[in-house]
């Protein structure tokens, strides 16, 4: 009996680190393409001039009017109109938070900047 649990074990090891390393690369493989649609989606969806802008929250108001600080020390005046796809919740939360911010806008008149998605 012995003998039979030696050979057994020998043969089914290969087997065993073939389907971890089939999992692990479909599992990334599947991260890089749900985050690279992530990155790019709303620049689709919004058309071809849209720009992208990233930092904190550092005033909202009126409305959903925002401040951004970005890292290389700009701040940014976003109006959110309607068309504006955020929640003034989930905004407040960053700016107390100081949480990572991505803005995609467009420049409007007089040159404003105009939110489009607020994350």
Do not use: W
Request: proline share 5%; charged share 15%; aromatic share 6%.
């Amino acid at each position: 009996m012995k003998d039979g649990k030696t050979r057994f074990l020998p043969s089914i090891l290969p087997r065993i680190a073939a389907a971890i390393v089939v999992l692990l690369l479909t599992g990334s493989l599947a991260l890089a393409a749900v985050g690279g649609v992530a990155l790019i989606g709303p620049m689709f969806a919004h058309g071809d001039n849209v720009e992208h802008a990233d930092g904190k929250i550092v005033s909202i108001g009126p409305g959903k009017d925002f401040v951004l600080d970005t890292a290389s020390g700009q701040h940014l005046v976003f109006q959110c109109p309607d068309q504006c796809r955020a929640s003034l919740g989930h905004m407040q939360r960053h700016m107390l938070e100081h949480a990572h911010t991505d803005v995609y806008y467009i420049q409007g008149p007089n040159k404003s900047l105009m939110a489009l998605n607020v994350d």
